[in-house]
């Protein structure tokens, strides 16, 4: 019979002293454990806080080719847009890149070349435009977001548009193409309503851009920056048609639209 041992008053089994031991096997187990935690937790916030400071890297994020017009300069780049929103909506409501929230009062570019009025140039790995000072922004090419089936038939029941014919002056520029309204708005309501920016198609502005474009499949005005602006009617736009055929034909003289649209 094996003898028993005593701690003070208290018998000590075999058992009390494999318990023991796997106690202190636990408890060095637990220690290692929490080093390795605390280590894996120190890198990984920091390869987080890397990635967080280079926003551009968000998979999330696709890029587009934009012109934005300024009064003191007019600078080409790349806007980068969350992946279900247009280029209006990054505008109007800014995006979430890298866990940031970014472009509610700026909106960032990269690879950004700019032009001044006095003719200087220069280049910018990144450039971040404040939305008030902005004329309008063109894109140079209008791609559309990844489609979502879903998420496309709910957008289309709450936005149904209407396009109408306009042209605004926005100092030094004259814009004219198809504003998108809502279905029951006019234009009157449209300026009127919470969005800064407002969306135009088939856009020519005039004088031409400093880097010679005059077109642009979409451009997003800024309301606030628009000193007048005016619906063309279905007259006007007939006219102008019957004048494009005629300078097609090679047959007359463009006539002055203005004094046309003054006596209409």
């Known amino acids: 019979?094996?003898?028993?041992?005593?701690?003070?008053?208290?018998?000590?089994?075999?058992?009390?002293?494999?318990?023991?031991a796997i106690f202190q096997i636990i408890?060095?187990?637990?220690?290692?454990?929490?080093?390795?935690?605390?280590?894996?937790?120190?890198?990984?916030?920091?390869?987080?806080?890397?990635?967080?400071?280079?926003?551009?890297?968000?998979?999330?994020?696709?890029?587009?080719?934009?012109?934005?017009?300024?009064a003191s300069c007019t600078l080409v780049g790349t806007a980068h847009l969350m992946a279900q929103h247009r280029l209006l909506d990054e505008l109007n409501t800014g995006c979430v890149a890298s866990l940031h929230r970014l472009g509610e009062e700026f909106m960032p570019l990269t690879e950004v070349r700019i032009w001044y009025p006095t003719g200087s140039r220069d280049v910018a790995l990144t450039s971040h435009v404040r939305k008030s000072s902005i004329l309008f922004v063109a894109e140079?090419?209008?791609?559309?977001?990844?489609?979502?089936?879903?998420?496309?038939?709910?957008?289309?029941?709450?936005?149904?548009?209407?396009p109408l014919c306009a042209r605004a002056y926005l100092p030094p520029y004259l814009l004219e193409g198809k504003m998108?309204?809502?279905?029951?708005?006019?234009?009157?309501?449209?300026?009127?309503?919470?969005?800064?920016f407002l969306p135009m198609t088939d856009v020519t502005i005039s004088p031409p851009a400093v880097i010679g474009e005059s077109s642009y499949p979409f451009a997003a005005i800024n309301k606030h920056q628009i000193l007048h602006i005016c619906e063309l009617s279905e007259a006007l736009q007939r006219l102008r048609q019957d004048v494009q055929r005629t300078l097609d034909a090679g047959q007359v003289q463009t006539p002055n639209l203005t004094t046309s649209t003054i006596h209409q």
């Open 27 to 70: 408890s060095a187990a637990t220690v290692d454990l929490r080093r390795r935690l605390r280590g894996a937790f120190i890198t990984r916030s920091e390869t987080s806080e890397r990635t967080n400071n280079d926003w551009t890297s968000d998979p999330r994020l696709r890029q587009t080719r934009v012109v934005v017009f300024t």
């Open 1 to 20: 019979m094996t003898p028993l041992r005593y701690h003070g008053d208290v018998p000590v089994t075999r058992f009390d002293g494999n318990c023991a």
């Open 140 to 162: 140079r090419s209008a791609a559309p977001p990844e489609r979502n089936a879903a998420r496309e038939v709910k957008g289309h029941l709450l936005r149904v548009r209407k």
């Open 180 to 196: 998108h309204v809502g279905i029951w708005q006019e234009l009157a309501q449209a300026l009127d309503g919470q969005n800064r």
